[in-house]
């Protein structure tokens, strides 16, 4: 799958990282323009290429947002991502990591009226990019796998984010709509930079 990851910070190459290594391509980009994720690019080879935020989207099966909650009204026009598997895994934060007060609305609600036309999934966002880094892992049982989440209201898309996810050594767990399930994964959520197994996840959520 090509992969466009727009937001090559700590999580950002994290997931860079793991999609090379289980055989995707991926196309990175930052605030800072492309010369600086040349040491990256180097690392990962040449399955990985760096371009404008732009170029991710243009190629991309699936588009992960990994930039400041705050950024993302105005990074792209809609049209850009018109059809587009678009997984938002960015984070609404305040001053002193309080999340940020959106008028009764979810993260990712946003983001969906921001994009009207892309096919929004949340993931992603609840792991400590350390824990990223290290914890996929082919269990010899499944339900031993970390968690990670999807939400939102398109099945299919939702299915293809979970084979991703498995393919990195998660396990996926979905958590049902935008609305509801995007809320579960938020910052002061259940589910929020707590490592969870899928069974413990599945405790947790009580389904």
Known sequence: MKTGIIG???????LARLLVAAGHQVRLANASGPGRLAPLLAELGSAASAGTPEEAVEQAELLVLMVPFGSAAELL???AVEGKLLVDAMNAFAGGGR???LGGLGSSEVIAERYPGARLVKSLNTMHFQTLATAGRAATDP???LAHYVAGDDREAKETV???ISELGFAS???GS???GGRLQEPGGPLFNIP???RQAHAVLGF
């Open 8 to 14: 090559a910070g700590r999580i950002g190459a994290t």
């Open 178 to 180: 935008l609305r509801t």
């Open 77 to 79: 026009p809609p049209s």
């Open 196 to 198: 969870l197994t899928e």
């Open 173 to 175: 767990i979905d958590t």
């Open 143 to 145: 339900g031993e796998r």
């Open 99 to 101: 999340p940020l007060d």
């Open 162 to 164: 979970s084979t991703v």
